[in-house]
């Protein structure tokens, strides 16, 4: 059975850089497009962008555009959300999910990465 | 890009009353939309998609419908369980906006 699976809670400072992953087992990532949501505390769900890890195809919300990096290993099966520089209001939980660009919904969920930014 | 509406952004009802959550488009869109179920602390759940196909698993008293800018999910006999915030979103070209979520509770 499909499963993503996502790396640990983090606990940084501002300013310091952060690389999450999801991990997809089940078959193969790069037939399939994962995508990156947030949940800021108490919040709804915001879509970040998505990635095509079989040419690195990527697509970014006009919000998260140059603040964060999206990027996948198909070798690995892994996608990545990466932040160069965290602020405190990156703190939220962010979910990957399978989807695409040619009309799929998002069938699959990772369980969630807390990321929480505090000095 | 196209924004997602949802309405109401709570509702209280009985256990057993029919509730129905709208979602707008700001413009006509095509029929990929999806409702998701998130209960809390949990992940998101796929309940519909193409606007009115009940996902594998997902209970008949779930419904979708519409078209163009307006999209609606039906809970035909609310149950205890169906306590969740609801959210839709447009799935076809980027951005896949989701809606700002309605909240369900029992009354």
């Known amino acids: 059975e499909l499963q993503l699976v996502q790396s640990g809670a983090e606990v940084k400072e501002p300013g310091e850089s952060l690389k999450i992953s999801c991990k997809k087992s089940g078959y193969s990532l790069s037939t399939d497009h994962i995508a990156w949501v947030r949940q800021m505390p108490g919040k709804g769900l915001e879509w970040m962008g998505i990635i095509y890890p079989g040419d690195s195809d990527t697509r970014y919300s006009p919000s998260f555009q140059g603040q964060v990096t999206i990027s996948a290993d198909k070798s690995i099966n892994t996608a990545y959300l990466q932040w160069s520089s965290l602020k405190a209001s990156d703190t939220a939980i962010y979910f990957c999910?399978?989807?695409?660009?040619?009309?799929?919904?998002?069938?699959?969920w990772g369980q969630g990465t807390q990321v929480t930014v505090s000095s | 890009d196209i924004q997602m509406t949802q309405s109401p952004s709570s509702l209280s009802a009985s256990v057993g009353d029919r509730v129905t959550i709208t979602c707008r488009a700001s413009?006509?869109?095509?029929?990929?939309l999806a409702w998701y179920q998130q209960k809390p602390g949990k992940v998101p759940k796929l309940l519909i998609y193409?606007?009115?196909t009940l996902q594998s698993g997902v209970p008949s008293r779930f419904s979708g419908s519409g078209s163009g800018t307006d999209f609606t999910l039906t809970i035909s006999s609310l149950q205890p369980e169906d306590v969740a915030t609801y959210y839709c979103?447009?799935?076809?070209?980027?951005?896949?906006?989701f809606g700002q979520g309605t909240k369900v509770e029992i009354k």
């Open positions: 193409a606007a009115s």
């Open positions: 979103q447009k799935y076809n070209s980027a951005p896949h906006t």
């Open positions: 999910a399978r989807g695409s660009l040619a009309g799929m919904a998002y069938d699959y």
């Open positions: 413009q006509g869109m095509s029929n990929y």
